[in-house]
């Protein structure tokens, strides 16, 4: 069993930067595939970013690709994303997610263990 625990969202202004941490426990996040996911009102969770078990292969979505960086630390069982040059449309609860194969996806469906959710709010 693997919790997650997702911290560093926030209100900023556009343009401006947010860097989101998850923690996860379990001695076997080294192994898992972990991605990104947000979901704002009325709309439904949304794919983000995600990386491989070993930091090899990393997924973007298009409408966030060269603005965040997902990155991940094994031995702290932690991993981040770096959000850059934020939009109004970047608001979100963020999610992370983790699946129990070392190849990371893009569909909600393919992970087994979800965070509870950060806040992120982009103002103009």
């Known amino acids: 069993q693997v919790q997650l625990v997702e911290s560093g969202g926030g209100l900023v202004q556009t343009g401006g930067s947010l860097r989101l941490s998850c923690a996860a426990s379990?001695?076997?996040?080294?192994?898992?595939?972990m991605g990104w996911f947000r979901q704002a009102p009325g709309k439904e969770r949304e794919f983000v970013a995600a990386i491989s078990w070993n930091s090899g292969r990393t997924l973007y979505a298009g409408s966030v690709k060269g603005r965040f960086t997902i990155s991940r630390d094994n031995a702290k069982n932690t991993v981040s994303l770096q959000m850059n040059g934020l939009k109004s449309e970047d608001t979100a609860v963020y999610y992370c997610?983790?699946?129990?194969?070392?190849?990371?996806?893009?569909?909600?469906?393919?992970?087994?263990?979800w965070g509870q959710g950060t806040q992120v709010t982009v103002s103009s």
């Open positions: 379990g001695r076997t996040f080294s192994r898992y595939a």
């Open positions: 997610a983790g699946r129990t194969t070392v190849v990371p996806a893009t569909s909600p469906r393919e992970y087994d263990y």
